[in-house]
């Protein structure tokens, strides 16, 4: 198939203050990103995760880093271990590292230094209510989000949740960064639409770069 934008160089959207968007910012990374999303998830398989109100998500899941985002009884937590195996999430990739410190910083964010990255696998019809990222103990550092694959849209909104959402599509290879003013935003991903992707399959990958540790 022939890609038009193969060969074009990323550009950037303000989606909101302290909001960006990097188009196609992942493009040239992506076969190398998709290669360790692999490689982590054949240690810490996806799962689709039960939140604490008993409601199985549509979203399959996975971490990698320091911490991971999960869920148990109690709610939803950083656990330095991954409940499924009983050990410690995989390491970051080098991919990721380099991926993720390129695009904070062209974001604005110099000194991102994410210790989780939450990895989100979305099948046709997988979707993510509107939510604000809220589990992390320092809202100074920003939200890295990475898209790979099929593309999804994207809602974003502001600190209510009735405030108006901007919709707008994610493609392959797109990264939105933010922070500031908006770090608290509400957001969403509306059911996946069927399709096939060269890289990915029926499939959108997400990955969510975040510090969810104390910096000391
Ligand atoms: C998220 O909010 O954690 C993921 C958003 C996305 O899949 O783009
Ligand atoms: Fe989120």
Redesign the pocket.
Known sequence: MLDLFADSQPWQEPLAPGATILRRFAFSAAQRLMLDIDAVASRSPFRQMVTPGGYTMSVAMTNCGQLGWTTDRRGYVYSSIDPLTGHAWPPFPASFVELCRRAATAAGYTDFQPDAC?I?RYAPGAK?SLHQ?KDEPDLRAPIV?V?LGLPAI?QFGGLKRSDPLKRLM?EHGDVVVWGGESRLFY?G?QPLKDGLHPLTGNCRY?L?FRQAGKKE
């Open positions: 939450l989100n993510l990222d989000s898209s994207f994610l957001h991903i997400n969510t």
